[in-house]
């Protein structure tokens, strides 16, 4: 049974940083593609960062130099560090696995969802 948990989410004011956690189980992490995505009220679910399996990564343009993604293999944990937050950063925060394709910035081909973490950034 594939399990993501997501933590770190919370409120901050714009300027601050928050690092987001995904912990992973019962999937293997280290050979897996995985990515952030968020969804703020009213709109799509948007693709932030991925990470291969080497360990190359990508990021949007709308987070860019602001998040960075990275994982710990020894603790088998994916993580988003985010400085720099703005309003328009407030959402729901989610870690997927399992892509179609590796890589992807598709929501629909992740198979495996964590429940979400929210982040609140106030002007």
């Known amino acids: 049974q594939v399990q993501l948990v997501e933590s770190g989410g919370g409120s901050v004011q714009a300027g601050g940083s928050l690092r987001l956690s995904c912990a992973a189980s019962?999937?293997?992490?280290?050979?897996?593609?995985m990515g952030w995505f968020r969804q703020a009220p009213g709109e799509e679910r948007e693709g932030l960062a991925t990470l291969t399996s080497l360990g190359a990564t990508a990021s949007a343009d709308s987070v860019k130099g602001r998040f960075t993604i990275s994982k710990d293999n020894t603790k088998n944990t994916l993580y988003l560090q985010m400085n720099s937050l703005k309003p328009e950063d407030t959402a729901m925060y989610y870690c997927?696995?399992?892509?179609?394709?590796?890589?992807?910035?598709?929501?629909?081909?992740?198979?495996?969802w964590g429940q979400g973490t929210q982040v609140t950034v106030s002007s």
């Open positions: 019962g999937y293997s992490y280290t050979f897996g593609c």
């Open positions: 997927a696995a399992d892509p179609d394709i590796c890589g992807s910035w598709t929501p629909a081909s992740y198979r495996r």
